[in-house]
T-cell receptor
Framework: QQQVKQSPQSLIVQKGGISIINCAYE??????FPWYQQFPGKGPALLIA?????SEKKEGRFTISFNKSAKQFSLHIMDSQPGDSATYFC???????????FGEGTQLTVNP | GAVVSQHPSRVICKSGTSVKIECRSL??????MFWYRQFPKQSLMLMAT?????????EQGVEKDKFLINHASLTLSTLTVTSAHPEDSSFYIC?????????????FGPGTRLLVL
């Protein structure tokens, strides 16, 4: 029940295209859903996050779509750029604390 | 801002020695700090959670006597890998939790690459 399933494991997109990464969770007590971006040899950086009271959140080229009934959320990267090539992790946490449960990660490659 | 630093960024040590890694929240006081390890092409695995002034809570399967965590202040936590062996070689990442408006958000350090020879 603590798992967060992420797909795809890897994704190749052409420059200017849309990158879509999906996550699904089981525990309905999760109430915070962040996405992290990680470059090789670096720590993860918070990209964007959402709470269950909204269905979508947009920040620049990054959008989270959240489907509470399906227990799924996704990251959309519009106008993908080669500089977006990185590993992306979804995560979820409970209200009682900030302990994060991570997805398995998606390695995104944006070809020029 | 919410900057978390780690020191050292990389360390090479001989088998059997101990290594200390520091994690600092530079511009905020962290209610909680977390330690993760990450193997190549894998996700982050939580090792332990620490609150200032109290004992760390370790995840199942993590040896508390091998991975010593000290959280002496609201801005500093240390992880000591005791009697390190080659299988402890990994990327160790800390994070600090900041209470920010709608809840707590974790900010990650840049990681420490440990290589045990």
């Amino acid at each position: 029940q603590q798992q967060v399933k992420q797909s795809p494991q890897s994704l190749i997109v052409q420059k200017g295209g849309i990158s879509i990464i999906n996550c699904a969770y089981e525990n309905t007590a999760f109430d915070y859903f962040p996405w992290y971006q990680q470059f090789p040899g670096k720590g993860p950086a918070l990209l964007i996050a959402i709470r269950p009271d909204v269905s979508e959140k947009k920040e620049g080229r990054f959008t989270i779509s959240f489907n509470k009934s399906a227990k799924q959320f996704s990251l959309h990267i519009m106008d993908s750029q080669p500089g977006d090539s990185a590993t992306y992790f979804c995560a979820a946490s409970m209200p009682s604390g900030s302990r994060l449960t991570f997805g398995e990660g998606t390695q995104l490659t944006v070809n020029p | 801002g919410a900057v978390v630093s780690q020191h050292p960024s990389r360390v090479i040590c001989k088998s059997g020695t101990s290594v200390k890694i520091e994690c600092r929240s530079l511009d905020f006081q962290a209610t909680t700090m977390f330690w993760y390890r990450q193997f190549p092409k894998q996700s982050l695995m939580l090792m332990a959670t620490s609150n200032e002034g109290s004992k760390a809570t370790y995840e199942q399967g993590v040896e508390k006597d091998k991975f010593l965590i000290n959280h002496a202040s609201l801005t500093l936590s240390t992880l000591t890998v005791t009697s390190a062996h080659p299988e402890d070689s990994s990327f160790y990442i800390c994070s600090a939790s900041k209470l920010a408006g709608t809840g707590e958000t974790q900010y990650f350090g840049p990681g420490t690459r440990l290589l045990v020879l």
